[in-house]
């Protein structure tokens, strides 16, 4: 062994020069602990008004004391006033600490899979805060969330062409988290030309799905995982129905098993996409377009029953504030869900709300449960897939659930 003292890593790397943000005494607890976000009212701004940086800047973080935190990018308009892009003094950032960063993200996703189907890019998760990037194939659909990666989105096309090189990229930056940082929303076409769909293959079935009036980038990669999970243990189901169907992700999987299935979604779009799936998988699905409530009620009042009802909502809690409707909403949701299921049936019940734990959907579940004098029994249970990693400093980055459960009469 070679007890040499060694200086610490990087104690001759320079620190860019970078303006500085300096946080107030004790405020850089949670960052030093691992998280990436710095919110206004932690910075030191009689040292460093946000005001004089520019929406997206680079910045040096330091404490009170001087100490160097990491660099981040700044938005003054925002909550969170700065995102952590680096620890690495001697890796400044810019394009080739976003290349770096692709590189590294790519090597997981290669990793888990073996076709290129997967989210290459989970935002914080990736050390990329506010940018998403799905993969189909040899086309990008990516998601801008922040006006620090929006500033940088001229070196994420040059790092994508240089690490995926793909046929299209594409930005659908129209999400409402967009809002919160004073970003227009827009969909433009960076590389290639505009596709009208997306063509994902999962687990051997291949779908599509509208690209511009679908949801997000096009697909929910983060049920992947479930699916792949929860539909082998539902293979006796004769009759199925799938609420929220989107383009039937769920639905052709079970159709694939055997089932006769029903899918209920609001989107008139969503459901041709769903049929066209079916028939693309040789499968046939049935598609009732109404509100995912009322459609249900009708279904009970018609005293139509299923072997397995999946629920997987758009998120009912969107901003902490919107917790106790949304959890009444969950509750109603579930509780309608195991009134349409046969004397012993299966719920897949899921969401995608971080402000709802996963503690409070099983109650709501069992709540359900006993208001109907229902037995329930959780089978398995789902989290994301494994391409929308866990950040562990930052609970939101884990914010999927999902449940399958037997429902007998009590
Ligand atoms: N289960 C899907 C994803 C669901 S996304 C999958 O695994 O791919 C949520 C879906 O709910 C969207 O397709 C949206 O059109 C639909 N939706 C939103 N609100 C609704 C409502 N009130 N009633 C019915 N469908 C609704």
């Avoid at 990018?73 to 892009?85: E, G, K, M, Q, T």
């Avoid at 899921?350 to 402000?355: D, G, L, T």
Wanted: a neutral charge; one cysteine or more; hydrophobic letters at 45%.
């Amino acid at each position: 062994m070679n007890h040499e003292p060694v200086p610490p890593p990087d104690a001759d790397a320079r620190v860019a020069d970078l303006p500085v943000l300096r946080l107030k005494r004790h405020e850089e607890r949670r960052v030093a602990a691992g998280h990436l976000w710095i919110f206004s009212n932690e910075v030191d701004t009689t040292a460093t008004p946000l005001t004089s940086f520019a929406p997206g800047a680079y910045a040096a973080v330091r404490s009170d004391r001087d100490k160097f935190l990491g660099y981040a990018y700044v938005n003054p308009h925002s909550l969170i006033a700065a995102r952590i892009v680096g620890r690495d003094r001697g890796f400044a950032p810019g394009p080739s600490l976003i290349v770096h960063r692709l590189n590294v993200a790519l090597a997981l996703r290669e990793r888990l899979y073996t076709e290129p189907y997967y989210r290459l890019v989970h935002g914080e998760s990736d050390a990329l805060p506010g940018l998403v990037v799905d993969r189909y194939g040899d086309v990008l659909v990516a998601q801008i969330g922040t006006a620090g990666m929006e500033q940088q989105k001229g070196a994420i096309v040059a790092a994508l062409e240089k690490v995926v090189k793909p046929r299209v990229i594409v930005f659908k930056n129209d999400s409402g988290a967009r809002e919160l940082e004073q970003l227009e929303k827009y969909i433009e076409v960076a590389r290639g030309e505009l596709p009208e769909s997306i063509t994902v293959r999962e687990a051997g079935l291949t779908f599509s799905a509208p690209l511009a009036t679908g949801q997000k980038t096009g697909w929910f990669y983060d049920q992947a995982a479930n699916r792949r999970q929860f539909l082998p243990l539902m293979a006796g189901a004769k009759r199925v129905l799938d609420v929220f169907s989107y383009v039937g992700g769920w639905s052709v999987g079970a159709a694939r098993n055997g089932a006769a299935v029903t899918a209920i979604d609001s989107s008139a779009p969503a459901l041709e996409a769903a049929a066209r799936n079916a028939a693309a998988n040789g499968v046939a699905l049935e598609a009732i377009r109404d509100d995912a409530f009322d459609a249900m009620e009708a279904l009970h009042a018609a005293n139509e029953k299923f072997d397995a009802v999946i629920v997987d909502p758009p998120a009912f809690i969107k901003r902490r504030k919107d917790a106790p409707k949304g959890e009444a909403a969950y509750k109603r949701i579930n509780q309608l869900a195991m009134q349409l299921l046969a004397r012993d049936g299966l719920l897949v019940s899921c969401s995608c709300s971080y402000h709802l734990a996963p503690e409070q959907l099983t109650d709501a579940i069992q709540r359900g449960g006993r208001h109907l004098g229902r037995f329930v029994q959780i089978l398995a249970t789902g989290s994301q897939s494994p391409d929308h990693p866990v950040h562990p400093a930052i609970p939101e980055t884990r914010y999927l659930k999902a449940f399958l459960c037997r429902v007998t009469h009590d």
